[in-house]
């Protein structure tokens, strides 16, 4: 596996369930994000990871709940959400997310979730 | 709050044409600006990174511009190809990592 990888690439669930989005990256990088795409909006940054270190919430309700145990996995474990999440949620990593260096972001496929 | 407008919102050009799509940003003080495509229903491919110092940055027939000053980007698509349709975004770094994306130009190529 090379770059971003996310998986499931699709996912239908209801608004009860449980579930988790997982994105791991082989670039070793050091920094992960997690976007939300929906229609007709621009992308919107949710959580930002340096370090394994939670550096961002973008104000986002608390039925998503990121996760990241080391520099290469990111999780997004997602519980009683609404039909208004249904979107693309991209993962990215990037060198770093902190100092004064700028790093390109490299994004994976994104899963593209719908909620029942 | 930095706010990003791509114009045109679609095109649709005929093979080989010339292509320019603009990006503009109201928040000048930004780090850097990065150009994105995005294929439909998958993920960002990066094209270009321009550094707030540079006036522009080119990759094979990919040309994009930077005037800080008056925030605006450009990225100039030379000869294109049908296989350059998809949606360019561009996306001012006003931090580190604080990428504010715009709503992308969809491009059509025809054959």
């Known amino acids: 596996e090379t770059g971003v990888t996310q998986t499931p690439r699709h996912l239908v669930m209801g608004m009860t369930n449980k579930k988790s989005l997982k994105c791991e990256q082989h670039?070793?990088?050091?920094?992960m994000y997690w976007y939300k795409q929906s229609a007709k909006k621009p992308l919107e940054l949710m959580f930002v990871?340096?370090?394994?270190?939670?550096?961002e919430n973008n104000s986002v309700p608390s039925r998503f709940s990121p996760e990241c145990p080391n520099s290469s996995h990111l999780f997004l474990h997602l519980h009683t959400l609404q039909p208004e999440d249904s979107a693309l949620y991209l993962c990215?990593?990037?060198?770093?997310?902190?100092?004064?260096?700028?790093?390109?972001?490299?994004f994976g496929p994104g899963t593209r979730l719908t909620v029942t | 709050k930095q706010e990003v407008t791509q114009i045109p919102a679609a095109l649709s050009v005929p093979e080989g044409e010339n292509l320019v799509l603009n990006c503009s940003f109201t928040d000048s003080a930004i780090y850097n600006l990065q150009w994105f495509r995005q294929d439909p229903g998958k993920g960002l491919t990066s094209l270009l990174l321009?550094?707030?110092?540079?006036r522009e940055q080119t990759s094979g027939r990919l040309n994009a511009s930077l005037d800080k000053s008056s925030g605006r980007s450009t990225l100039y698509i030379a000869a294109s190809q049908p296989g350059d349709s998809a949606t360019y975004l561009c996306a001012p770094g006003g931090g580190t990592y604080k990428y504010i994306f715009g709503t992308g130009t969809r491009l059509k190529v025809l054959a």
């Open positions: 990871y340096n370090f394994k270190e939670q550096t």
């Open positions: 670039l070793g990088h050091n920094a």
């Open positions: 990215a990593s990037s060198q770093e997310a902190g100092g004064t260096d700028s790093y390109e972001q490299y």
């Open positions: 321009i550094q707030s110092s540079q």
